[in-house]
């Protein structure tokens, strides 16, 4: 980890200046992906299915193959949910953040702005907020686990009004008596941006932006 | 609590000695020598496999053998560039490879394996099931061992809440590594 | 009788990044020495897998059986003296011998506030 790092996903110009945060992943990539999954996995489970079902048309009914069967159509049905999730939350909102400075330390103020595209309309609360979260990983057997524990949390915004949602400013300032960012191998301190917008009867809006906190700035010496 | 003090911290999880039931080490050896030194050892997850097989390593090299260590898991199941460093240079009747992890290894990378290893002073892998070389030891747990183990890294603290280890036991189906981790938790909230 | 030291000047133990680090080693061995090495490093407690770094290293060759030598380094900006539930990083001094790798170690707190930072603590009042 190097003083000054980029943030992920970010955009900007010379060192200091305002920093734009953008979504990292792909909500089309996403939907294209659920898509292939579902149409492979349902593509293979079909031709059981259809079996199946000419069978009992004939009066043949397999019982074992149909008691067999019922975890895979069960995980292709909730493929095909999950796909319409995902396609569904291409239309919804797109929030760019930006905060005013690229080099973020703890205990400096940072002024934070937010702005949706799309049919910002739709979200009825809108909540910003910043973690700080423990990693820890550890070999489980022949796999490795992640634990996560959030130490802190501090709400930047939480809002009903259209006005606020569609775009707005806050000031965010890490805790001074924290911690920065750290990262080894298997152990990392990680902060996040985390952006919630609740959609009624639709995928809610919640995207994840990781930044990069610095140590404090010197303090003076001791006199 | 704080992470470093915590008794079921991993550093101290790793410094747990295995407890052998039965043999000592001294038959252990023996055994091995009598097996043509290509043996494994078997049991469940979380049963100490592991823990008893660096416990090998740190014996072998006290009798002047050269260890070869490898550790296969479902996140890297494969030598990678790690076997290479060793082909170049062959095995030797010095040269002692422990292989932990092999049921990671399909049957041809298997064989290749066994094919790399023929020149070697000797072969010890770790199995969840026995099958690919004989059984050298069969690590097992029960609520006495986890029990010892409880006493033995947190003996001396004042604990949170109650725990029964035998209800431990069966919760984590004999998985002793998962138990003493729930333990982590359970101080870290304390 | 066998004797590896390590102290910091005025038992100063806790430090602010960017502060000197100042302080001597002594030593009291029997066996002819090849190196010994004063490091300072951090290294993580807790649940997950133990990661650790060596920050910097004074290295004195071919020392005599016995002596003592001072040492200096600057307390690094990062990663501060931390605890909370899952992970501690412990910053720390140590001794290394060759070849025979005796070691004496002394923890240290590098942070901003001399004192190690717990992670979840409320924040001081203004």
């Known amino acids: 980890m190097h003083d000054g790092a980029d943030n992920m996903g970010a955009t900007g110009g010379n060192d200091n200046g305002p920093l734009v945060l953008r979504a990292s992943y792909s909500r089309l990539g ?10 492979f996995w349902n593509g293979i489970v079909s031709i059981f299915v259809f079996h199946l079902i000419r069978g009992a048309m004939r009066g043949a009914f397999e019982w074992l193959l149909a008691i067999f069967l019922i975890p895979f159509v069960l995980i292709g049905l909730g493929a095909i949910v999950f796909f319409i999730h995902s396609l569904l939350g291409i239309f919804a909102p797109r929030v760019v953040i930006t905060l005013s400075a690229r080099r973020i330390r ?64 806050t000031r965010l300032q890490l805790p ?24 009624r009867r639709f995928p809610d809006v919640a995207d994840t932006f990781p930044i990069n906190v610095l140590p404090a700035a010197p303090m003076e010496a001791d006199a | 609590m704080k992470a470093r003090n915590n008794p079921f911290a991993t550093w101290r999880l790793e410094q747990l000695q295995y407890r052998l039931d039965g043999p000592d080490w001294n038959e252990l050896l023996g055994r091995f020598d009598r097996l043509g030194r290509r043996a494994a050892l078997v049991g ?8 008893l097989l660096d416990e090998f390593a740190a014996r072998f090299r006290q009798q002047g053998m050269h260890v070869c260590s490898f550790r296969l898991t479902q ?43 023929g020149s070697a002073g000797g072969v010890l892998i770790t199995m969840h099931r026995a099958g690919r070389l004989p059984t050298l030891y069969e690590c097992r747990t029960n609520p ?22 035998a209800e431990l036991f069966h919760k984590h189906r004999g998985n002793v590594r998962e138990a003493l981790r729930e333990l982590y938790d359970v101080f870290a909230e304390g | 009788m066998n004797e590896i030291r390590i102290g910091t000047k005025d038992e100063q133990t806790a430090f602010r990044p ?23 490093g ?24 016995q002596g003592a030598r001072p040492f200096q380094f600057v307390a690094p900006d990062q990663p501060y003296s931390f605890s909370g539930k899952l992970i501690s990083v412990i910053w720390f001094l140590e001794v290394r011998v060759r070849p025979k790798g005796a070691t004496a170690r002394k923890d240290i707190i590098i942070a901003p506030t001399r004192q190690e930072v717990i992670l979840g603590a409320p924040a001081p009042s203004e």
């Open chain 2, 44 to 51: 469940v997850h979380g049963s100490g496999k592991t823990t």
């Open chain 1, 176 to 199: 001074s008596n924290s911690v920065p960012t750290f990262t080894a191998r298997s152990n990392k301190i990680v902060w996040n941006l985390r952006v919630n917008g609740v959609i």
């Open chain 3, 42 to 65: 951090w290294q993580t407690r807790g649940k997950g897998t133990e990661d650790a770094e060596t920050v910097n290293e004074i290295k004195f060759d071919d020392p005599p059986a």
């Open chain 2, 75 to 117: 996140d890297e199941p494969d030598f990678g560039k790690t076997l290479d460093g060793v082909k170049s240079s062959g095995l030797g009747r010095n040269d002692i490879v422990l292989l932990d992890g092999a049921e990671q290894l399909n049957r041809s990378r298997w064989q290749k394996f066994l094919q790399f290893t």
């Open chain 3, 18 to 40: 960017g502060e000197l680090i100042e302080g001597a080693i002594g030593w009291n061995l029997p066996e002819e020495l090849r190196a010994i090495e004063v490091r300072l």
């Open chain 1, 106 to 169: 703890l205990g400096d103020p940072v002024e934070l702005n937010w702005e949706f595209t799309g049919r910002v309309q739709v979200i009825e609360k809108l909540n910003i907020c910043l973690e700080g979260c423990e990693e820890a990983s550890y070999r489980r057997g022949t796999s490795t686990a992640t634990d996560r524990h959030i130490f802190a949390r501090v709400q930047l915004i939480t809002s009903s009004d259209l006005n606020d949602i569609r775009s707005g400013h």
């Open chain 2, 144 to 165: 006495r061992l986890l029990a010892s183990l409880m006493e033995e890294l947190a003996g001396g603290f004042e604990w949170p809440a109650a725990r029964n280890a």
């Open chain 1, 30 to 39: 996403k939907a294209i992906g659920s898509f292939l999954f579902a149409g």
